[in-house]
């Protein structure tokens, strides 16, 4: 895992890297792929490098010979030359999807593309962020969080008292049955994805865990945060 950033640090995208002798290949939303390629390019400058979109990619929990995800070794990843739809299985997607969100690997949609540091979206404890790496985008904001200070926000796993009620992306959060003040009533955090009774969100730092949510201050709880499933520790390759 790891991210495509701004020199703010903001992530443009999260992503999975897998580099090979000839060629570096990313895992991204494929809403984002034309924004980061064109991002990309002033870096080939007097470099033998191109950029194309490659094929479908599908998961599996059968090994054979797919590619293991470092932060999930149950799961693995191939190619297909056919279309998304030639291989469409919902209940495999969902189970997918559902194992991503359980682990806090998050997926960026476009509203929500460069609002957050790698730290908020929780890539530091996927091995998705290298303080050791040289220069890159956004390096000295996302160091200075890292050696210097503390991120203000984090990811957290929510599970929803409401799983069929649909939240949109981008949905603020605020705590739930609690009486009005001016601090309290601002936001402490935003939905990222949901999928039926489990969602990710962005929230404050220091919001502990079963903290109640509402979609309204004081509103009715939609849900409280929960601690993600261990995940393995991995070396970062981005």
């Given at each position: 895992p790891g991210a495509w950033c701004q020199a703010s640090g903001l992530v443009i995208t999260t992503l999975l890297v897998q580099a090979t002798p000839k060629q570096i290949e990313w895992v991204m939303p494929a809403v984002l792929v034309d924004q980061v390629i064109t991002q990309l390019k002033p870096f080939t400058i007097g470099r033998q490098v191109s950029f194309e979109k490659?094929?479908?990619?599908?998961?599996?929990?059968d090994k054979q010979d797919h590619g293991r995800l470092a932060y999930d070794p149950t799961r693995y990843l191939m190619t297909s030359k056919d279309s998304a739809s030639d291989h469409e299985d919902n209940q495999c997607a969902i189970r997918w999807r559902q194992r991503d969100i359980e682990?806090?690997?998050?997926?960026?949609?476009?509203?929500?593309?460069?609002?957050?540091?790698?730290?908020?979206?929780?890539?530091?404890?996927?091995?998705?962020?290298?303080?050791q790496k040289g220069c890159y985008p956004g390096q000295e904001v996302i160091?200075?969080?890292h050696y210097r200070g503390q991120a203000k926000q984090r990811l957290a796993l929510v599970t929803l008292a409401m799983p069929k009620a649909l939240l949109v992306?981008?949905?603020?959060?605020?705590?739930?049955?609690?009486?009005s003040t001016e601090a309290s009533s601002r936001p402490v955090g935003q939905l990222v994805e949901?999928?039926?009774?489990?969602?990710?969100?962005?929230?404050?730092?220091?919001?502990?865990?079963n903290t109640p949510l509402a979609t309204a201050h004081g509103g009715q709880?939609?849900?409280?945060?929960?601690?993600?499933?261990?995940?393995?520790?991995?070396?970062?390759?981005?």
């Amino acid at each position: 895992p790891g991210a495509w950033c701004q020199a703010s640090g903001l992530v443009i995208t999260t992503l999975l890297v897998q580099a090979t002798p000839k060629q570096i290949e990313w895992v991204m939303p494929a809403v984002l792929v034309d924004q980061v390629i064109t991002q990309l390019k002033p870096f080939t400058i007097g470099r033998q490098v191109s950029f194309e979109k490659g094929n479908v990619v599908l998961g599996s929990w059968d090994k054979q010979d797919h590619g293991r995800l470092a932060y999930d070794p149950t799961r693995y990843l191939m190619t297909s030359k056919d279309s998304a739809s030639d291989h469409e299985d919902n209940q495999c997607a969902i189970r997918w999807r559902q194992r991503d969100i359980e682990l806090g690997m998050p997926w960026l949609s476009s509203s929500l593309s460069q609002k957050y540091i790698p730290q908020a979206l929780g890539l530091e404890r996927l091995g998705g962020i290298s303080y050791q790496k040289g220069c890159y985008p956004g390096q000295e904001v996302i160091a200075k969080v890292h050696y210097r200070g503390q991120a203000k926000q984090r990811l957290a796993l929510v599970t929803l008292a409401m799983p069929k009620a649909l939240l949109v992306v981008g949905t603020d959060l605020f705590l739930a049955d609690i009486s009005s003040t001016e601090a309290s009533s601002r936001p402490v955090g935003q939905l990222v994805e949901q999928l039926e009774d489990q969602a990710l969100a962005i929230v404050r730092h220091d919001l502990p865990e079963n903290t109640p949510l509402a979609t309204a201050h004081g509103g009715q709880m939609i849900g409280q945060v929960a601690a993600f499933s261990l995940a393995t520790q991995t070396n970062s390759v981005s």
